[in-house]
């Protein structure tokens, strides 16, 4: 992956890998009592094919701060934006915001536009006409580290 810092993201253009696909056992695994998995079958799981619609469209950002930890999104997580989709109310976007890149749900109704972190410890931005605004592209997944 290429990486670009900027502000409060670090995003990364995908890189396929030919044959880069992991072990995936389409038998479900038990969070609860263990369950015998002798018929599983194997397959071969890409996780591009699963997370990357629109390839062209498709960044990762890793995420910097703590604003969006009620959405499941925490420091260090890596999203992955399709800039292809429409920014619609109640999605999750990474902004442009007056010269820094952010991640918020976007709030939108018929008196304007808002971004909301998932946070109490963090203000409601409204959109204004005096920002230097721009919605980059919408949060499809979130890769966490356990």
């Not at 995003?11 to 072990?23: H, R, Y």
């Not at 963090?122 to 997944?141: A, R, S």
Request: aromatic letters at 10%.
């Amino acid at each position: 992956m290429i990486a670009h810092k900027s502000g409060s993201l670090t995003f990364f253009t995908p890189e396929t890998i030919d044959g880069a696909s992991a072990q995936f056992f389409d038998t479900g695994i038990s969070a609860g009592f263990p369950s015998p998995a002798e018929d599983f079958t194997e397959n071969r799981l890409s996780l591009d094919d699963e997370l990357v619609k629109n390839k062209e469209a498709t960044f990762y950002a890793r995420v910097s701060g703590q604003s969006m930890i009620g959405a499941g999104l925490d420091d260090n997580d890596l999203l992955v934006i399709d800039r292809s989709l429409e920014p619609i109310n109640n999605k999750i976007a990474v902004c442009f915001l007056d010269g820094e890149f952010t991640v918020k749900r976007l709030r939108v109704d018929k008196q304007g536009i808002w971004l909301q972190p998932e946070n109490p410890d963090y203000p409601i931005i409204k959109i204004t006409q005096d920002n230097n605004f721009l919605i980059w592209g919408i949060v499809t997944n979130v890769i966490k580290k356990v």
